[in-house]
């Protein structure tokens, strides 16, 4: 049996990713109680007795987990930004970083929840040559509540009720997960991202339009390649056709399976790339999951909400 300890379990990623693996007697989960959660001795004590660890905490909180490790075998998923560009660590999105990469590795970054969406729609393309590495590249999205953890999950559900019906954020052009995104795609100019969060508790939709004389191609031939790429996958679907007028942000909520999109005009020059997930199913505790269990030769999706 594979020891795990979550560090953070008692935070919405780490309770998530509980729920996914509470039943399975692959895994022999170490807790601690809730005198005992952020006692670094406690702490220090269950990585190293741990075969993998999960990392579900702020990024400095995590950062300090690594540092605790005092052996030469404990595995790490960190669900945090602390490692996301880090040398030495393999980026956990097995469907662009590799499975066998993921699997074998000892360090793995758990992507950002909008990253996911973003970086499965653009890196095939990049690496097809259908977008340019040097493209101006922007992505709106939108996110459920939970994508800011406790705090926010408080702040929407205060008694005085949410706070905005849609609020855009990351004013100051610089939201953490844009040096994933670039990196991650191989992209030479940092792409424009504007996030913004709704009152629903979990969901996401990313986005990334385009005008056809920025690519290297059509919008079929796109279609056709990130169809291509994520052929076989469990997880990761594109849609070959898709008939309703609108797309919600709710569509993937509760779900570790992620949708992609091409819409074009066939008369205008426009294209329009879009995702659908859950910002805690295959942007962060789905994810999670999906790397563990390749970690452990199990298939990915073993216990994931498909
Ligand atoms: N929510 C999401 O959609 C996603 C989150 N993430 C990332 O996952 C990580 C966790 O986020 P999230 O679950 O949302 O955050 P939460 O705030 O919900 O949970 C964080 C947990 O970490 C605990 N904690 C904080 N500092 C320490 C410490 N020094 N030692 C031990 N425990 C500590 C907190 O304790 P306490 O309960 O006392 O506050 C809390 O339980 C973050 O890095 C976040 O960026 C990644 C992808 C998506
Ligand atoms: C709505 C909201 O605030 N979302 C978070 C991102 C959540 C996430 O996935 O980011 P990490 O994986 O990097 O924690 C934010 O924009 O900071």
């Given at each position: 049996m594979t020891r795990i300890f979550i560090d953070g379990a008692a935070g919405t990623t780490g309770i998530q990713i509980r729920d996914r693996l509470s039943g399975r007697d692959e895994f022999d989960l170490i807790t601690l109680g809730d005198e005992a959660r952020k006692d670094d001795a406690a702490r220090a004590g269950a990585i190293n007795a741990a075969d993998i660890v999960i990392l579900c905490l702020p990024d400095e909180a995590a950062r300090q987990s690594v540092a605790m490790i005092a052996n030469g075998t404990t595995r790490v998923i960190d669900a945090s930004t602390a490692h996301r560009t880090a040398p030495g660590w393999i980026y956990g999105l097995p469907e662009i970083s590799g499975r066998e990469a993921v699997a074998k590795a000892r360090f793995v970054s758990n992507p950002g929840c909008y990253s996911t969406g973003f970086i499965a729609l653009v890196a095939p393309l990049v690496a097809a040559g259908l977008i340019p590495a040097d493209a101006a590249l922007s992505c709106n999205a939108v996110s459920g509540y939970s994508g800011g953890g406790k705090s926010m999950i408080a702040e929407y559900e205060s008694a005085d009720g949410a706070p905005s019906a849609w609020r855009t954020y990351a004013l100051g052009l610089a939201h953490k997960h844009v040096p994933e995104m670039q990196a991650r795609c191989g992209l030479t100019r940092r792409p424009l991202f504007a996030p913004a969060v709704v009152p629903l508790y979990s969901g996401m939709v990313c986005e990334v339009p385009l005008f056809r004389e920025m690519t290297n191609g059509s919008a079929d031939q796109m279609r056709t390649a990130l169809a291509d790429h994520y052929a076989g996958s469990p997880i990761i679907s594109v849609a070959q056709d898709y008939e309703p007028a609108t797309l919600p942000v709710?569509?993937?909520?509760?779900?570790?399976s992620m949708r992609l999109f091409v819409f074009a005009d066939p008369a205008s020059d426009q294209i329009r790339l879009v995702a659908a997930l859950d910002n805690l199913g295959k942007g962060a505790s789905g994810a999670a999951v999906q790397s563990l269990n390749l970690m452990t030769d199990l298939p990915e999706t073993t216990g994931l909400r498909l």
């Open positions: 709710e569509m993937l909520s509760g779900q570790d």
